[in-house]
């Protein structure tokens, strides 16, 4: 059974530090990975996607990297913002569905 | 193009009373998805639909939990009789054929309050 845990909980930041949210996943045969992120009672955005032949994808401040043979992914926030303060999920996708992790909030302090 | 559509936003109700939340996803995306997320987790597929089928729905509680999606477009999740534990955010995700490439898309979700 797929297991996916993300650390750390939460993470509180100043502005302009650079930061990294780690992604762990049990099962390697994954169709892709997805990064979102969810705002206090919104829905989920999607952030990035990276297919699982792929080593990392980039969206401005953003990079996520894949690495299946040790079950890993981090994604990567540079020069962090308060507007950047949410809950960060990461998700596979494994057998047609999406299965998350309980999602890292972070906090970026102005 | 507009995105997936969820209502109600927010929904309270007492427990053992039913109550049902609508979704339209993105047009022309042919697979449709429930996902329950409680407080403080990660959400969790209920059921996915491709087209107007049922594929998936290992994880939909079926003595109190139904879905439809008539002519594989709009979708209905219905909870007959609600209890304290079904308290949560229910979100409705849709992806096209290239869902593999492309991922999925999430609506804003229901936040349905069983008191």
């Known amino acids: 059974k797929q297991e996916v845990t993300q650390i750390p909980a939460a993470l509180s930041v100043p502005e302009g530090e650079n930061l990294v949210l780690n992604c762990s996943f049990t099962?390697?045969?994954?169709?892709?990975l997805q990064w979102f992120r969810q705002d206090p009672g919104k829905g989920l955005t999607s952030l990035l996607l990276i297919q699982s032949s792929q080593r990392e994808q980039t969206s401005g401040r953003l990079n996520a990297s894949l690495d299946k043979s040790s079950g890993r992914s981090t994604l990567y926030i540079a020069a962090s913002q308060p507007g950047d303060s949410a809950t960060y999920l990461c998700a596979v996708h494994n057998t047609g569905k999406l299965i998350f992790g309980q999602g890292t909030t972070l906090q970026v302090k102005p | 193009e507009a995105g997936v559509v969820q209502s109600p936003r927010y929904k309270i109700i007492e427990k053992k009373q039913p109550v049902a939340f609508w979704c339209n996803p993105i047009s022309g995306h042919n697979t449709l998805y429930w996902y329950r997320q409680n407080l403080g987790q990660g959400p969790e597929l209920l059921i996915r639909y491709e087209n107007e089928e049922a594929v998936d729905d290992s994880q939909l509680p079926k003595d109190r939990f139904s879905a439809e999606r008539l002519k594989g477009v709009d979708s209905t999740l219905k909870i007959q009789p609600a209890e304290l534990g079904d308290s949560a955010v229910y979100l409705c995700?849709?992806?096209?054929?290239?869902?593999?490439?492309?991922?999925?898309?999430f609506g804003p979700g229901t936040r349905l309050t069983v008191l």
């Open positions: 995700a849709s992806s096209s054929e290239a869902g593999e490439m492309v991922g999925q898309f």
């Open positions: 099962d390697s045969a994954i169709y892709n």
